[in-house]
């Protein structure tokens, strides 16, 4: 079976633990964003999936350009992880503080503009699970076509370089994402498709709706739909789950949420040969 006409398809999201109306009601060391990725590989028909946090560390150092640089914490629960303990010592990577004071700032404001994850939002997560993904896809897999399904214009506004460089996030990984294409040779397609997408695009709809309940499993929000699961989701969603991620521990609700998406898995396959014969697949990467 043609599962997809590119080498894979990638799908992204992310969340947070916080609320910045309330950053008051956290410490900096409780607040963290998440993310949750798939990439469905054309090869094998292979699924690799991961979600992990991401933290604001507080080390600082001079790196090149006598730039001061701070440092984050990505904690990795994937697919060739163990459900539980993930990554028991976290990766930490280094990204340059592009932000500069201004007087109309207050002291606390300025010091969350510096940081990475508290003066990003969700947009963070997402990023982090495109990059991880492209990363793999790159590295790992040393494949040269793949298609980005998105929702929300971040992930390729910053891939094509249109974005705020006065901000530290996305000129981290605005620099990533370049570096991955010229050292690799990678094409990247973005296809875009509406929020839960339920029509004509509904395979990318699913997808999508996973990414975002393993980053919810991460922070404990909800999934979108109030007290209900994502509706793209309902076919596979077990009734016991319906409403009750939020309550679970992080440990359960990771248990849980791979379950569904091994339960999700076999249908998304066979819902892009039907993809595939209507729209006629996704094309290869630009």
């Avoid at 994937?78 to 201004?102: A, I, S, T």
């Avoid at 991955?180 to 709706?209: A, L, Y």
Wanted: glycine share 10%; proline share 2%; hydrophobic share 30%.
């Amino acid at each position: 079976m043609n599962m997809i006409n590119t080498d894979a398809i990638i799908y992204s999201d992310g969340s947070l633990n916080f609320d910045y109306q309330k950053l008051n009601e956290l410490s900096q060391e409780e607040m963290y964003a998440a993310y949750g990725f798939l990439i469905f590989f054309k090869e094998n028909q292979e699924v690799y999936y991961e979600s992990g946090r991401l933290l604001d560390g507080e080390g600082e150092r001079i790196g090149e350009g006598n730039i001061t640089e701070h440092n984050v914490y990505a904690w990795r629960y994937g697919k060739d992880y163990d459900p539980v303990m993930g990554e028991v010592q976290p990766e930490e990577f280094w990204y340059k503080d592009v932000f500069r004071d201004k007087a109309s700032y207050s002291e606390e404001t300025n010091r969350r503009k510096h940081r990475f994850v508290l003066a990003s939002g969700s947009d963070v997560g997402e990023m982090e699970g495109v990059r991880r993904a492209l990363e793999i896809c790159a590295g790992k897999k040393n494949i040269k076509n793949v298609v980005i399904v998105h929702d929300l214009e971040i992930a390729q506004n910053i891939y094509k370089g249109n974005y705020d460089k006065k901000k530290n996030e996305p000129v981290f990984y605005g620099e990533e994402l370049k570096k991955i294409k010229s050292e690799s040779g990678i094409k990247v397609k973005f296809e875009k498709v509406k929020s839960h997408e339920s029509g004509e695009n509904f395979v990318h709809g699913v997808g999508n709706d996973c990414a975002d309940i393993m980053a919810k499993a991460e922070t404990g929000n909800r999934p979108i739909g109030g007290k209900e699961v994502n509706p793209n989701l309902e076919k596979v969603w077990n009734e016991k789950m319906k409403g009750k991620i939020a309550r679970y521990n992080i440990e359960t609700r990771r248990k849980e949420v791979r379950d569904v998406i091994e339960q999700t898995i076999p249908m998304m396959l066979n819902m892009y040969e039907t993809h595939n014969e209507q729209t006629g697949g996704c094309e290869n990467g630009n």
